[in-house]
């Protein structure tokens, strides 16, 4: 029963330092949040000792009498939380995370080779939907993503100009490429999805639907953006971006004549995952229930409320936003305009205490130099932000900009002579002093 901070005071205090790191710092990444006590006390439980390999009531060890009721409880809220008819639908709570959980349901779906497209990572997809690099000098390409490994993978991409997934050049490329699965969902995109669009692509193409909703999961749960689970097959989400709970991932699924439950339900185990974190599953139980809330709602509200504000802001002060502006919970910012590259955005801001990271926008040439940022609005949500607050963020990051060209002149375009001037500088250390005196005004949940 010996406390961390007396049992190994070195790890104590490396938590310790990141509290404050996160205490003090505006937190933009738009797939982050401040998760609660409560699932922080869910995660530090008894339930971190349990093996329970299997499904409740089906298990490959004893003692599971308590840990089935928990993993019931959370498949219960799960689909409480996205208004599912348990007759319909079914949901596997036990991938460890969003890109297990994808890998899950391309392995009980798909054979090996099959084909899948999902929208190209610079566009804004993730990893898990495919993504191969390519040598010009050796005129070849590289699977980077395991998709693309062991799946043939085809990515659509959003138009250049517009910023907008380009849905009919998605529609003439499947019509050729023929794919067994069309992924929906991204990463980086400010904008909701057209899911009637994939859904007639689909239906022409005889290919399934499956919608990863992970960084929407807590929008779509509060009907702040549109539902997906009338028109795809399958929908997977992470549980710790705008849902708000701890690091882990789920799957839904249609029960019909396809058998999709057991084909999932056998590739999360034992096709792919060993016991299930059943401290990760109570952790996600008990943010269900708060998602099931009014306040919830309020929250979600919020989010996009305040990824507006920003977005506007900037653009009043002469910024220019991928298509024009967001309706969910983040902002990718085009500083090419400006002449500044992500990598030197993100490291400026990192110095002032402001975090967030390095984007490819639409219309970039190379994915090695992002030309822009991606901000998030879920995390400072949390923290009780409103519009007025993210306008003073945007004046913040406006003054980043600022003093990133003043140093550019200096630097030249390297980017390791740009960050050796950040260290010691006054105009970055000033601001850093004014961003971590607003950031500490404001409440910090979970600890
Ligand atoms: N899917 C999407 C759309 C994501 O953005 C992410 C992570 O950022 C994942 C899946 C993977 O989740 P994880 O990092 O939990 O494996």
Redesign the pocket.
């Known amino acids: 029963l010996v406390p961390l901070k007396d049992h190994d005071p070195e790890l104590f205090d490396l938590i310790e330092q990141e509290k404050s790191r996160q205490w003090r710092s505006l937190e933009l990444i738009a797939?982050e949040n401040f998760t609660s006590r409560a699932v922080i006390e869910c995660l530090g439980s008894a339930l971190t000792n349990k093996y329970a390999e299997g499904l409740p009531h089906a298990r490959y060890y004893g003692g599971n009498e308590v840990v089935d009721q928990i993993e019931e409880l959370c498949q219960k809220r799960a689909l409480q939380a996205y208004g599912l008819d348990p007759e319909k639908w079914g949901v596997n709570v036990q991938p460890y995370?969003?890109?297990?959980a994808?890998f899950a349901v391309y392995t009980g779906l798909l054979k090996p080779h099959d084909r899948i497209m999902g929208l190209d990572l610079p566009s804004g997809g993730?990893l898990?939907h495919g993504f191969y690099t390519y040598s010009k000098k050796e005129n070849t390409r590289k699977a980077v993503s395991a998709t693309s490994v062991y799946f043939e993978s085809l990515p659509y991409r959003v138009h250049p100009e517009t910023g907008y997934i380009d849905y009919d050049q998605l529609e003439r490329d499947a019509s050729l490429f023929k794919p067994a699965m069309i992924v929906a969902?991204?990463?980086a995109y400010p904008r909701d999805l057209d899911y009637e669009r994939f859904r007639q692509i689909c239906d022409a193409n005889g290919a399934l639907l499956m919608m990863?909703m992970?960084?929407i999961s807590g929008l779509i749960a509060a009907g702040e953006l549109k539902s997906p689970f009338d028109l795809c097959d399958v929908v997977t989400t992470?549980t710790?971006k705008s849902l708000r709970g701890p690091?882990a991932?789920m799957i839904f699924f249609r029960k019909d004549e396809r058998g999709f439950e057991g084909k999932i339900n056998q590739a999360v185990f034992p096709a792919l995952q060993g016991g299930p974190h059943e401290h990760q599953i109570a952790g996600v139980a008990t943010q269900l229930k708060e998602v099931l809330t009014p306040e919830f709602k309020v929250y979600a509200q919020q989010v996009k409320k305040n990824a507006q504000a920003l977005a506007n802001k900037l653009t009043s002060l002469g910024y220019s936003m991928a298509s024009g502006g967001t309706e969910n919970h983040l902002v990718l910012w085009d500083l090419k305009p400006q002449g500044l590259t992500g990598s030197k955005f993100e490291k400026i801001c990192d110095a002032a205490c402001i975090t967030l990271n390095k984007n490819c926008v639409p219309g970039d040439r190379s994915a090695v130099t992002p030309g822009g940022v991606r901000i998030g609005a879920p995390a400072l949500t949390t923290r009780k932000m409103v519009e007025a607050d993210f306008e003073q963020i945007a004046m913040f990051l406006d003054e980043c900009a600022k003093i990133a060209l003043k140093l550019q002149e200096k630097s030249g375009p390297k980017l390791k002579d740009f960050v050796a001037l950040l260290d010691g500088n006054e105009e970055v250390a000033a601001l850093k002093k004014k961003v971590n005196d607003f950031a500490t005004s404001f409440p910090m949940p979970g600890f």
Do not use: K, L, M, Q
Not at 97 to 100: N, V
């Open positions: 797939s995370s969003g890109s297990p994808n993730h898990t969902g991204f990463s990863d992970a960084h992470t710790h690091r991932g």
